[in-house]
Protein backbone atom coordinates (compact mmCIF):
# COMPACT_ATOMS: atom_id res chain seq x y z
CA UNK A 1 0.00 0.00 0.00
CA UNK A 2 1.26 3.69 -0.81
CA UNK A 3 2.70 5.20 2.27
CA UNK A 4 0.29 8.30 1.39
CA UNK A 5 -2.95 8.33 3.12
CA UNK A 6 -5.61 6.66 0.73
CA UNK A 7 -7.35 10.70 0.69
CA UNK A 8 -4.38 12.10 -1.10
CA UNK A 9 -6.05 13.31 -4.15
CA UNK A 10 -3.13 11.45 -6.22
CA UNK A 11 -3.87 8.03 -4.55
CA UNK A 12 -7.50 8.56 -4.30
CA UNK A 13 -7.41 9.29 -8.00
CA UNK A 14 -5.70 6.30 -8.59
CA UNK A 15 -7.83 4.04 -6.98
CA UNK A 16 -11.05 5.71 -7.92
CA UNK A 17 -11.65 3.84 -11.56
CA UNK A 18 -11.64 0.16 -9.36
CA UNK A 19 -13.91 1.94 -6.67
CA UNK A 20 -16.67 2.98 -9.69
CA UNK A 21 -16.47 -0.49 -10.87
CA UNK A 22 -17.54 -2.00 -7.40
CA UNK A 23 -20.21 0.04 -7.46
CA UNK A 24 -20.93 -1.53 -11.08
CA UNK A 25 -20.86 -5.07 -9.84
CA UNK A 26 -22.51 -4.30 -6.30
CA UNK A 27 -25.52 -3.26 -8.51
CA UNK A 28 -25.57 -5.80 -11.12
CA UNK A 29 -25.09 -8.91 -7.87
CA UNK A 30 -28.12 -6.96 -6.04
CA UNK A 31 -30.15 -6.97 -9.53
CA UNK A 32 -29.02 -11.00 -10.16
CA UNK A 33 -30.32 -12.34 -7.13
CA UNK A 34 -33.85 -10.05 -6.91
CA UNK A 35 -34.25 -10.91 -10.61
CA UNK A 36 -34.34 -14.65 -8.55
CA UNK A 37 -36.72 -13.35 -5.78
CA UNK A 38 -34.05 -13.67 -3.14
CA UNK A 39 -34.16 -11.33 -0.59
CA UNK A 40 -31.92 -9.16 0.98
CA UNK A 41 -30.80 -9.47 4.70
CA UNK A 42 -29.11 -7.21 6.96
CA UNK A 43 -27.55 -9.20 9.84
CA UNK A 44 -25.65 -7.82 13.34
CA UNK A 45 -22.48 -7.40 13.89
CA UNK A 46 -22.87 -7.98 16.93
CA UNK A 47 -22.79 -11.45 18.08
CA UNK A 48 -22.43 -13.89 21.27
CA UNK A 49 -19.74 -16.10 19.15
CA UNK A 50 -17.82 -15.13 16.21
CA UNK A 51 -17.58 -17.95 14.87
CA UNK A 52 -16.05 -21.54 15.87
CA UNK A 53 -13.32 -22.21 13.12
CA UNK A 54 -10.15 -23.02 15.34
CA UNK A 55 -7.52 -20.84 12.99
CA UNK A 56 -10.00 -17.44 12.48
CA UNK A 57 -9.46 -14.91 14.99
CA UNK A 58 -12.09 -12.33 15.76
CA UNK A 59 -11.99 -8.92 17.35
CA UNK A 60 -14.28 -8.81 20.74
CA UNK A 61 -15.80 -6.20 21.92
CA UNK A 62 -17.52 -4.98 25.26
CA UNK A 63 -21.25 -4.54 25.51
CA UNK A 64 -22.62 -2.29 28.60
CA UNK A 65 -26.03 -2.38 29.73
CA UNK A 66 -28.53 0.87 31.79
CA UNK A 67 -27.51 -1.12 34.64
CA UNK A 68 -23.49 -1.15 33.56
CA UNK A 69 -23.47 -4.97 33.40
CA UNK A 70 -20.65 -5.99 30.86
CA UNK A 71 -21.33 -8.80 27.99
CA UNK A 72 -18.41 -9.81 25.78
CA UNK A 73 -19.63 -9.87 22.21
CA UNK A 74 -17.54 -10.37 18.85
CA UNK A 75 -17.59 -8.12 15.59
CA UNK A 76 -18.70 -11.63 13.25
CA UNK A 77 -16.22 -13.40 11.13
CA UNK A 78 -18.87 -14.08 9.07
CA UNK A 79 -22.89 -13.55 8.83
CA UNK A 80 -23.70 -17.37 8.24
CA UNK A 81 -25.35 -17.73 11.96
CA UNK A 82 -27.13 -14.86 11.59
CA UNK A 83 -28.01 -15.87 7.95
CA UNK A 84 -29.33 -19.95 9.00
CA UNK A 85 -31.49 -18.27 11.67
CA UNK A 86 -33.09 -16.65 9.23
CA UNK A 87 -33.47 -19.73 6.71
CA UNK A 88 -35.05 -21.38 10.24
CA UNK A 89 -37.74 -18.54 10.50
CA UNK A 90 -39.04 -19.42 7.07
CA UNK A 91 -36.82 -17.09 4.39
CA UNK A 92 -36.48 -19.39 1.19
CA UNK A 93 -33.82 -17.44 -0.72
CA UNK A 94 -32.03 -14.34 1.06
CA UNK A 95 -28.55 -13.01 0.37
CA UNK A 96 -26.50 -10.41 2.82
CA UNK A 97 -23.67 -8.05 1.79
CA UNK A 98 -22.17 -8.26 4.89
CA UNK A 99 -18.94 -6.31 7.09
CA UNK A 100 -17.24 -9.16 8.74
CA UNK A 101 -14.01 -8.72 10.54
CA UNK A 102 -10.75 -11.10 11.53
CA UNK A 103 -7.48 -10.47 12.93
CA UNK A 104 -4.17 -11.38 12.00
CA UNK A 105 -5.19 -10.88 8.36
CA UNK A 106 -3.46 -8.31 6.14
CA UNK A 107 -1.81 -9.32 3.31
CA UNK A 108 -2.43 -8.05 -0.85
CA UNK A 109 -5.74 -10.21 -0.52
CA UNK A 110 -6.11 -9.94 3.12
CA UNK A 111 -7.94 -7.16 5.16
CA UNK A 112 -8.98 -6.81 8.85
CA UNK A 113 -12.95 -5.42 7.92
CA UNK A 114 -14.00 -6.52 4.24
CA UNK A 115 -17.15 -7.54 2.61
CA UNK A 116 -18.79 -11.32 2.56
CA UNK A 117 -21.53 -11.71 0.24
CA UNK A 118 -23.14 -14.85 1.14
CA UNK A 119 -26.42 -15.95 -0.24
CA UNK A 120 -28.64 -19.16 0.69
CA UNK A 121 -31.16 -21.31 -0.72
CA UNK A 122 -33.36 -23.27 1.27
CA UNK A 123 -34.91 -27.02 -0.53
CA UNK A 124 -32.35 -26.09 -3.28
CA UNK A 125 -29.27 -28.65 -4.08
CA UNK A 126 -25.55 -27.56 -3.63
CA UNK A 127 -25.01 -28.13 -7.63
CA UNK A 128 -27.04 -24.83 -8.05
CA UNK A 129 -24.46 -22.97 -6.46
CA UNK A 130 -21.54 -23.95 -9.08
CA UNK A 131 -24.45 -22.26 -11.40
CA UNK A 132 -24.38 -18.94 -9.31
CA UNK A 133 -20.91 -19.18 -9.54
CA UNK A 134 -20.72 -19.30 -13.08
CA UNK A 135 -23.39 -16.23 -13.38
CA UNK A 136 -21.87 -14.27 -11.31
CA UNK A 137 -18.54 -14.21 -12.55
CA UNK A 138 -19.84 -12.90 -15.63
CA UNK A 139 -22.00 -10.69 -13.92
CA UNK A 140 -19.14 -9.27 -12.30
CA UNK A 141 -16.89 -8.59 -16.08
CA UNK A 142 -19.47 -6.98 -17.99
CA UNK A 143 -20.36 -4.71 -15.11
CA UNK A 144 -16.26 -4.26 -14.94
CA UNK A 145 -16.09 -4.10 -19.04
CA UNK A 146 -13.38 -6.68 -19.05
CA UNK A 147 -13.23 -10.01 -20.24
CA UNK A 148 -10.28 -11.54 -18.61
CA UNK A 149 -9.37 -11.81 -14.63
CA UNK A 150 -6.07 -11.06 -14.12
CA UNK A 151 -4.05 -10.99 -10.99
CA UNK A 152 -0.46 -11.73 -10.57
CA UNK A 153 0.41 -12.38 -14.31
CA UNK A 154 -2.48 -15.24 -14.10
CA UNK A 155 -5.70 -14.67 -15.96
CA UNK A 156 -9.01 -16.73 -16.26
CA UNK A 157 -11.70 -16.02 -18.19
CA UNK A 158 -15.09 -15.23 -16.59
CA UNK A 159 -17.46 -16.75 -19.45
CA UNK A 160 -16.10 -20.39 -20.18
CA UNK A 161 -17.77 -22.96 -17.96
CA UNK A 162 -15.74 -23.35 -14.10
CA UNK A 163 -13.73 -26.29 -14.33
CA UNK A 164 -14.63 -28.97 -11.39
CA UNK A 165 -12.45 -31.01 -10.05
CA UNK A 166 -12.51 -32.67 -6.72
CA UNK A 167 -10.10 -31.96 -3.78
CA UNK A 168 -8.80 -35.97 -4.32
CA UNK A 169 -8.17 -35.48 -7.69
CA UNK A 170 -6.25 -32.71 -7.52
CA UNK A 171 -4.29 -33.95 -4.80
CA UNK A 172 -3.11 -37.20 -7.13
CA UNK A 173 -3.36 -34.84 -10.48
CA UNK A 174 -0.49 -32.04 -8.39
CA UNK A 175 1.12 -33.48 -5.79
CA UNK A 176 0.83 -37.00 -6.76
CA UNK A 177 -1.02 -37.78 -3.39
CA UNK A 178 -3.89 -40.43 -3.04
CA UNK A 179 -5.74 -38.10 -0.63
CA UNK A 180 -8.45 -40.98 -0.13
CA UNK A 181 -5.94 -42.98 1.13
CA UNK A 182 -4.74 -41.21 4.07
CA UNK A 183 -7.53 -39.89 5.62
CA UNK A 184 -6.98 -40.94 8.75
CA UNK A 185 -3.43 -41.14 8.81
CA UNK A 186 -1.15 -38.45 9.63
CA UNK A 187 2.12 -39.59 9.51
CA UNK A 188 1.54 -41.08 5.77
CA UNK A 189 0.24 -37.62 4.45
CA UNK A 190 3.02 -35.87 6.92
CA UNK A 191 5.88 -38.24 4.82
CA UNK A 192 4.23 -37.41 1.58
CA UNK A 193 4.23 -33.77 1.92
CA UNK A 194 7.97 -33.97 2.71
CA UNK A 195 9.07 -36.03 0.31
CA UNK A 196 7.79 -33.41 -1.95
CA UNK A 197 9.88 -30.87 -0.23
CA UNK A 198 7.51 -29.41 2.12
CA UNK A 199 8.20 -28.58 5.84
CA UNK A 200 6.34 -30.33 7.90
CA UNK A 201 6.61 -29.52 11.96
CA UNK A 202 6.43 -32.18 14.64
CA UNK A 203 3.00 -30.78 16.10
CA UNK A 204 1.48 -30.21 13.20
CA UNK A 205 -1.91 -32.17 12.90
CA UNK A 206 -3.30 -33.91 9.80
CA UNK A 207 -5.25 -30.81 9.25
CA UNK A 208 -2.04 -28.37 9.30
CA UNK A 209 -0.36 -30.73 6.71
CA UNK A 210 -3.41 -30.55 4.01
CA UNK A 211 -3.67 -27.37 4.45
CA UNK A 212 -0.23 -26.64 3.42
CA UNK A 213 -0.26 -29.03 0.41
CA UNK A 214 -3.61 -27.25 -0.44
CA UNK A 215 -1.34 -23.60 0.03
CA UNK A 216 1.88 -24.89 -1.84
CA UNK A 217 0.75 -27.45 -4.25
CA UNK A 218 -3.01 -26.94 -5.32
CA UNK A 219 -4.08 -23.73 -4.95
CA UNK A 220 -1.25 -22.17 -7.62
CA UNK A 221 -2.90 -24.19 -10.44
CA UNK A 222 -6.27 -23.33 -9.64
CA UNK A 223 -8.59 -20.86 -11.90
CA UNK A 224 -5.51 -20.46 -14.69
CA UNK A 225 -7.53 -19.60 -18.09
CA UNK A 226 -10.99 -20.81 -16.31
CA UNK A 227 -12.46 -20.22 -13.26
CA UNK A 228 -12.18 -24.04 -10.98
CA UNK A 229 -14.22 -25.82 -8.17
CA UNK A 230 -12.51 -27.49 -5.84
CA UNK A 231 -15.12 -30.02 -5.21
CA UNK A 232 -15.63 -32.58 -2.15
CA UNK A 233 -13.38 -31.65 0.89
CA UNK A 234 -12.45 -34.53 3.42
CA UNK A 235 -15.66 -34.24 6.05
CA UNK A 236 -12.93 -33.49 8.74
CA UNK A 237 -12.07 -30.07 6.58
CA UNK A 238 -16.09 -28.92 6.43
CA UNK A 239 -17.07 -28.29 9.58
CA UNK A 240 -20.47 -27.15 8.51
CA UNK A 241 -21.06 -29.24 5.50
CA UNK A 242 -22.98 -32.35 5.14
CA UNK A 243 -21.34 -35.37 3.99
CA UNK A 244 -22.09 -36.50 0.19
CA UNK A 245 -24.55 -39.07 -0.73
CA UNK A 246 -21.95 -41.10 -2.58
CA UNK A 247 -19.21 -41.11 -0.25
CA UNK A 248 -19.70 -40.25 3.52
CA UNK A 249 -15.80 -39.56 4.24
CA UNK A 250 -16.23 -35.89 1.81
CA UNK A 251 -18.81 -33.71 2.23
CA UNK A 252 -20.86 -31.22 0.24
CA UNK A 253 -18.20 -28.73 0.04
CA UNK A 254 -16.61 -26.43 -2.65
CA UNK A 255 -13.94 -23.57 -3.40
CA UNK A 256 -14.54 -21.62 -6.29
CA UNK A 257 -10.84 -20.48 -7.75
CA UNK A 258 -9.61 -17.74 -10.54
CA UNK A 259 -6.24 -16.94 -11.45
CA UNK A 260 -4.92 -18.97 -8.00
CA UNK A 261 -6.71 -16.99 -5.63
CA UNK A 262 -9.89 -18.40 -3.57
CA UNK A 263 -13.12 -16.46 -4.01
CA UNK A 264 -15.65 -18.16 -2.20
CA UNK A 265 -16.29 -21.04 0.13
CA UNK A 266 -19.85 -23.26 -0.41
CA UNK A 267 -21.96 -25.92 1.88
CA UNK A 268 -24.39 -28.21 1.35
CA UNK A 269 -25.51 -27.15 5.03
CA UNK A 270 -25.75 -29.51 8.25
CA UNK A 271 -28.66 -29.30 9.36
CA UNK A 272 -27.88 -32.11 12.45
CA UNK A 273 -27.46 -29.89 15.95
CA UNK A 274 -26.22 -32.65 17.87
CA UNK A 275 -23.69 -33.10 15.23
CA UNK A 276 -22.79 -28.84 14.57
CA UNK A 277 -21.86 -28.70 18.62
CA UNK A 278 -19.43 -31.70 18.50
CA UNK A 279 -17.46 -30.08 15.38
CA UNK A 280 -17.54 -27.34 17.13
CA UNK A 281 -16.29 -28.44 20.30
CA UNK A 282 -13.64 -30.32 18.61
CA UNK A 283 -12.83 -26.79 16.65
CA UNK A 284 -12.72 -24.87 19.89
CA UNK A 285 -10.29 -27.41 21.72
CA UNK A 286 -8.14 -27.21 18.83
CA UNK A 287 -7.86 -23.47 18.85
CA UNK A 288 -7.47 -23.66 22.56
CA UNK A 289 -4.54 -26.25 21.75
CA UNK A 290 -2.66 -24.13 19.17
CA UNK A 291 -3.55 -20.51 20.00
CA UNK A 292 -4.42 -20.79 23.89
CA UNK A 293 -8.17 -18.96 23.43
CA UNK A 294 -11.58 -20.50 22.62
CA UNK A 295 -15.02 -18.91 21.59
CA UNK A 296 -18.13 -19.64 23.14
CA UNK A 297 -20.44 -21.48 21.09
CA UNK A 298 -24.16 -19.51 20.01
CA UNK A 299 -26.58 -21.92 21.80
CA UNK A 300 -29.25 -19.48 19.71
CA UNK A 301 -27.98 -20.98 16.30
CA UNK A 302 -27.94 -24.40 17.67
CA UNK A 303 -31.03 -24.17 18.34
CA UNK A 304 -32.73 -22.40 15.44
CA UNK A 305 -30.27 -25.74 13.34
CA UNK A 306 -32.92 -28.02 14.37
CA UNK A 307 -35.44 -25.98 13.00
CA UNK A 308 -33.74 -25.22 9.23
CA UNK A 309 -35.07 -26.81 6.56
CA UNK A 310 -32.14 -28.19 4.28
CA UNK A 311 -30.20 -26.15 2.33
CA UNK A 312 -27.13 -24.71 0.39
CA UNK A 313 -25.32 -21.51 1.24
CA UNK A 314 -22.19 -19.94 0.13
CA UNK A 315 -19.90 -16.88 0.94
CA UNK A 316 -17.64 -15.03 -1.41
CA UNK A 317 -15.13 -12.43 -0.65
CA UNK A 318 -16.84 -9.77 -2.46
CA UNK A 319 -13.38 -7.33 -2.59
CA UNK A 320 -11.47 -9.97 -4.17
CA UNK A 321 -14.04 -10.79 -7.00
CA UNK A 322 -13.84 -6.65 -7.99
CA UNK A 323 -10.15 -7.24 -7.52
CA UNK A 324 -10.16 -9.95 -10.25
CA UNK A 325 -12.86 -8.23 -12.56
CA UNK A 326 -10.87 -4.97 -11.99
CA UNK A 327 -6.72 -6.20 -12.32
CA UNK A 328 -6.26 -4.41 -9.16
CA UNK A 329 -3.14 -5.92 -7.16
CA UNK A 330 -3.55 -4.95 -3.46
CA UNK A 331 -7.02 -5.55 -1.65
CA UNK A 332 -7.18 -1.47 -0.28
CA UNK A 333 -7.04 -0.50 -3.57
CA UNK A 334 -10.99 -1.52 -4.09
CA UNK A 335 -11.99 -0.36 -1.01
CA UNK A 336 -13.42 2.84 -0.49
CA UNK A 337 -12.00 3.59 3.24
CA UNK A 338 -9.12 1.07 4.24
CA UNK A 339 -8.55 0.43 7.60
CA UNK A 340 -5.41 2.55 8.68
CA UNK A 341 -2.51 1.15 10.11
CA UNK A 342 -1.79 2.34 13.47
CA UNK A 343 1.91 4.56 13.95
Known amino acids: MSSSPWWAPRVYSDRRPFLLARNRITAAFRAWFTERDFTEAETAVLQVSPGNEAHLHALATELILPDLSRTR ?69 EAAGTQRFVWRGREADPFAVPERITVAKAFARYAGIDLLA ?3 DRDALAAAAKALGMRV ?63 ANAFGELTDAAEQRRRFEAEMAEKERVHGERYPLDEDFLA ?38 PQ
Open 304 to 341: ALAHMPPASGIALGFDRMVMLATGAQRIEQVLWTPVVD
Open 73 to 141: LYLHTSPEFAAKKLLAAGEPRLFTFARVFRNRERTALHHPEFTMLEWYRANEPYKTLIEDCAALLSAAA
Open 182 to 184: MLD
Open 201 to 263: AEDDTWSDVFSRIIAEKIEPNLGIGRATILDEYPITEAALARPTAHDVRVAERFELYACGVEI
